[in-house]
């Protein structure tokens, strides 16, 4: 008897366990941000969340596209601590002369290696069609940048893009417009502009934008183009040289089956993206082009994708309202479902922060906070993932005496513990989490760079050679 029990007791631990593993993970709201319950127009500390980002000071930062306070508010830059915890940086109000010199609608943010944060915003500044800035971590604001829409400008306008490049500078694009309004462009941290590429989709298959772009191993960038103003091909998967300034279209894609997100870069080196019907695709460095399978059963577009510690993708489909994860060869994981009373709706990006849990935010609705009801939500998910391992992508430069320094290029670095050179511990600095500033050691000899962290340690492809 007691043999029988012990045998049914370990069936019902295996049976408990293989239930718990298969139980899906909860979107949890972690904070909701509150309106006025008559007019859901007065929301203090913004609405209409559109990003968030993992700093290396242990705080989360992020915008939301309206709402603040002062005069005529239109968004706000705002942090928030792990636990939830939100402060406003900065308000998008109006000037008394009515003017939003700094722009209105904030609709990126990343932070810099210098520790400031830089943005832009969709509208408004001088010209009305958005502006560039960086802000300090205490709410100072800088203008760095009007763009123009102007056909003798030919700025670009309306900027939806921002990302920082090996070299320092910060990476961006505008649009989706008609030409010349959609440009690709660089834009240095006190200012100095260029318009590096116009897109043109009357003459190819280039897009009115970009969704984003991704810097490789090689040094040049990878991104997608929004759909452009004809039906065959429609947009496409394109690499841009910083260096040289090529810009060479790798695939195209033919209407309806289109780009619909960004492009992440893989364990395997391989580009990720998703595109109409909720198909993952992958493309090489060398543009050689794979669709994949549909990762969710309803066909979906404009989403986001990421890679987790597991290896797995996950993302989401803005309009679908879901977050899914599956395998590299599509095999679906999860398909999560925002509900707009719960955690909100029209998720805009997530990301697995240095502990292992996702976080995202959702653009609309979310459940009430302090009884009041919430436009725009902050959510998490723990699946139960260990903390991402850092990736190492590049270095520059290649070689360098004793006591130089090196900026390493890759992901997940916030939490890094050590960096050796040819195995000798190096002083470093974790500038952002795609940056880190290291210093060559005294006795250092040529060999490869490591970086560790608590998910695991990254090795350079290429050594580093001591001069």
């Given at each position: 008897?007691?043999?029988?029990?012990?045998?049914?007791?370990?069936?019902?631990?295996?049976?408990?366990?293989?239930?718990?593993?298969?139980?899906?993970?909860?979107?949890?709201?972690?904070?909701?941000?509150?309106?006025?319950?008559?007019?859901?127009?007065?929301?203090?500390?913004?609405?209409?969340?559109?990003?968030?980002?993992?700093?290396?000071?242990?705080?989360?930062?992020?915008?939301?596209?309206?709402?603040?306070?002062?005069?005529?508010?239109?968004?706000?830059?705002?942090?928030?601590?792990?636990?939830?915890?939100?402060?406003?940086?900065?308000?998008?109000?109006?000037q008394p002369d009515g003017s939003l010199p700094n722009g209105a609608a904030p609709d990126t943010l990343?932070?810099?290696?210098?520790?400031?944060?830089?943005?832009?915003?969709?509208?408004?500044?001088?010209?009305?069609?958005?502006?560039?800035?960086?802000?300090?971590?205490?709410?100072?604001?800088?203008?760095?940048?009007?763009?123009?829409?102007?056909?003798?400008?030919?700025?670009?306008?309306?900027?939806?893009?921002?990302?920082?490049?090996?070299?320092?500078?910060?990476?961006?694009?505008?649009?989706?417009?008609?030409?010349?309004?959609?440009?690709?462009?660089?834009?240095?941290?006190?200012?100095?502009?260029?318009?590096?590429?116009?897109?043109?989709?009357?003459?190819?298959?280039?897009?009115?934008?970009?969704?984003?772009?991704?810097?490789?191993?090689?040094?040049?960038?990878?991104?997608?183009?929004?759909?452009?103003?004809?039906?065959?091909?429609?947009?496409?998967?394109?690499?841009?040289?910083?260096?040289?300034?090529?810009?060479?279209?790798?695939?195209?894609?033919?209407?309806p089956n289109i780009a619909s997100s960004g492009l992440t870069l893989a364990s395997d080196g391989r580009?990720?993206?998703?595109?109409?019907?909720?198909?993952?695709?992958?493309?090489?460095?060398?543009?050689?082009?794979?669709?994949?399978?549909?990762?969710?059963?309803?066909?979906?577009?404009?989403?986001?994708?990421?890679?987790?510690?597991?290896?797995?993708?996950?993302?989401?489909?803005?309009?679908?309202?879901?977050?899914?994860?599956?395998?590299?060869?599509?095999?679906?994981?999860?398909?999560?479902?925002?509900?707009?009373?719960?955690?909100?709706?029209?998720?805009?990006?997530?990301?697995?922060?240095?502990?292992?849990?996702?976080?995202?935010?959702?653009?609309?609705?979310?459940?009430?906070?302090?009884?009041?009801?919430?436009?725009?939500?902050?959510?998490?998910?723990?699946?139960?993932?260990?903390?991402?391992?850092?990736?190492?992508?590049?270095?520059?430069?290649?070689?360098?005496?004793?006591?130089?320094?090196?900026?390493?290029?890759?992901?997940?670095?916030?939490?890094?513990?050590?960096?050796?050179?040819?195995?000798?511990?190096?002083?470093?600095?974790?500038?952002?989490?795609?940056?880190?500033?290291?210093?060559?050691?005294?006795?250092?000899?040529?060999?490869?760079?490591?970086?560790?962290?608590?998910?695991?340690?990254?090795?350079?492809?290429?050594?580093?050679?001591?001069?």
């Amino acid at each position: 008897m007691n043999r029988l029990i012990s045998a049914l007791s370990l069936i019902l631990l295996i049976s408990a366990a293989a239930a718990a593993q298969t139980t899906p993970p909860a979107i949890v709201q972690l904070f909701g941000f509150p309106c006025d319950a008559q007019t859901l127009t007065q929301c203090p500390l913004g609405s209409f969340a559109s990003g968030l980002i993992e700093s290396v000071d242990g705080n989360f930062y992020g915008i939301a596209s309206e709402g603040g306070t002062g005069l005529n508010a239109q968004g706000t830059i705002f942090k928030l601590t792990p636990s939830g915890q939100l402060t406003v940086l900065y308000n998008f109000a109006e000037q008394p002369d009515g003017s939003l010199p700094n722009g209105a609608a904030p609709d990126t943010l990343i932070e810099g290696s210098d520790g400031f944060l830089y943005g832009t915003t969709l509208v408004d500044g001088k010209n009305g069609v958005g502006t560039a800035f960086k802000i300090s971590k205490t709410g100072t604001i800088t203008l760095l940048h009007n763009f123009c829409n102007e056909f003798v400008c030919k700025d670009g306008a309306n900027p939806s893009f921002l990302t920082e490049g090996l070299d320092g500078s910060l990476y961006g694009g505008t649009g989706p417009n008609s030409p010349p309004t959609s440009v690709l462009f660089r834009l240095g941290k006190s200012g100095a502009y260029k318009v590096l590429h116009t897109f043109d989709s009357r003459t190819q298959p280039d897009g009115t934008g970009i969704f984003g772009m991704v810097q490789a191993s090689d040094g040049n960038f990878y991104g997608t183009t929004v759909v452009g103003e004809q039906s065959k091909p429609a947009n496409s998967v394109f690499r841009f040289d910083p260096l040289t300034g090529a810009y060479t279209i790798l695939h195209a894609f033919n209407s309806p089956n289109i780009a619909s997100s960004g492009l992440t870069l893989a364990s395997d080196g391989r580009l990720y993206g998703l595109q109409t019907g909720s198909n993952l695709y992958n493309i090489n460095l060398a543009g050689t082009y794979r669709k994949i399978r549909a990762v969710s059963p309803t066909p979906l577009s404009d989403g986001d994708l990421i890679q987790a510690s597991d290896g797995s993708f996950w993302g989401d489909f803005n309009f679908g309202n879901i977050v899914f994860s599956a395998t590299r060869a599509g095999a679906i994981l999860q398909n999560l479902s925002l509900s707009p009373a719960v955690n909100g709706d029209q998720p805009e990006g997530l990301f697995q922060a240095s502990d292992g849990k996702f976080y995202g935010v959702s653009f609309m609705n979310g459940a009430p906070t302090n009884g009041q009801p919430s436009n725009g939500a902050i959510w998490v998910i723990d699946a139960g993932l260990p903390a991402p391992s850092p990736t190492l992508v590049n270095f520059r430069p290649a070689s360098g005496k004793a006591d130089s320094t090196i900026r390493l290029q890759g992901s997940h670095f916030i939490g890094t513990t050590s960096v050796t050179i040819s195995g000798l511990p190096a002083r470093f600095k974790v500038l952002s989490a795609n940056y880190i500033r290291v210093t060559v050691p005294a006795a250092a000899t040529t060999g490869r760079i490591d970086v560790t962290n608590a998910g695991g340690t990254a090795i350079s492809s290429t050594n580093f050679t001591v001069q």
